[in-house]
């Protein structure tokens, strides 16, 4: 079993869904015959025909409300936008009828689709394909919004969000597409949707993190540990709705913790963790929550993009700074 990239796994996230359930279909700009603007559907086209792998026009609108139109209908449309930043035009279809289809129909109608995006910043490219405006789609009742951060999470991530019978937007970071390789089987198994991912267990500072800093943030967690502090690290990988049962239990352990997202730090989803670690646990804590994140700015272009994204210095002054406290 050869090692493959986050990319190649939801490729072949998509291949396995497609052989085993007959009404997956797959639409978006390119999808076909180029295989995507980054390759995630390639070889599709030539396996499963023009008819569960359409090409659209450059019209956002329209794939999200064609996407609706399957879903409503028995198919289970795997939709991509081409970046998260062109997702707006696609707002109205998303918010106004995905999420809440099955509310209208009162349980008549369920809208089992998945709108997948590449997102984030660090590949250099102009702002509207370097968003990460997660915490949009997170105010949403009835979308649930999943972040993959390696390529065995991808695979079983993709799987369990196309089973889902509720519109899934699941966002891959642009920046890991090609990052690492893990071995990833073709089993078909699914990894669970709603729950975060312990990626290091520590005892002393929990650090609460998801999508392409899980990078930054695990380096973070090998620095400290070569200076005596044991960190624990979770993915939150499905950030609505939020597991803070993982979150909380670890805080309680540790009685500190850094948040850490390259999303604007204005009521982005590290505001939500913290004010209900404020809620259910401030009798946790030995420090208050730090939070590290990208700026209240559109992402700059590439010559100042590195600036913006949150670095290992930032995280780990900011552990510094929670650690301070006794």
Known sequence: ??????????????????????????????????????RATVGLLDEFGPERVRDTPLAESMIAGLAVGMAAQGLKPVA???????????????????????????????????????YGCGIHAPEHHSESTEAIFAHIPGLRVVIPSSPSRAYGLLLASIR?????????????????????????????????????????????????MVKETMAVAETLAKNGVSAEVIDVA??????????????????????????ARTCGVGADISAQIAERGLMFLHAPVQRVTGYDTIVPYARLEKFYLPSEKQILAAVNNVMEFA
Not at 8 to 25: F, G, K, N, S, W
Not at 85 to 113: E, K, W
Not at 168 to 178: A, D, G, H, Q, T
């Open 1 to 38: 079993m050869a090692d493959i990239t986050l990319v190649e796994a939801i490729t072949q996230a998509l291949a396995y869904e497609m052989r085993h359930d007959p009404d997956v279909v797959v639409l978006g700009e390119d999808v076909g015959k180029d295989g995507g603007v980054f």
């Open 80 to 118: 991509e936008f081409q970046f998260m930043g062109f997702m707006y035009p696609g707002y109205d279809q998303i918010i106004n009828h995905a999420s809440r289809l099955r509310n209208r129909t009162r349980g008549r109608l369920t809208c089992p689709v998945v709108f997948r995006a590449p």
């Open 164 to 212: 889902d019978p509720d519109p899934v937007i699941f966002l891959e970071p642009s920046r890991l597409y090609r990052w690492s390789k893990q071995a990833v089987p073709d089993d078909g198994k699914a990894l669970p949707l709603d729950v975060c991912f312990t990626l290091r267990v520590g005892t002393d500072i929990t650090l609460v993190t998801w999508g392409a």
């Open 238 to 263: 499905t950030i609505k709705p939020l597991d803070m049962e993982t979150i909380l239990a670890s805080v309680e352990k540790t009685g500190r913790c850094v948040i850490i997202h390259e999303a």
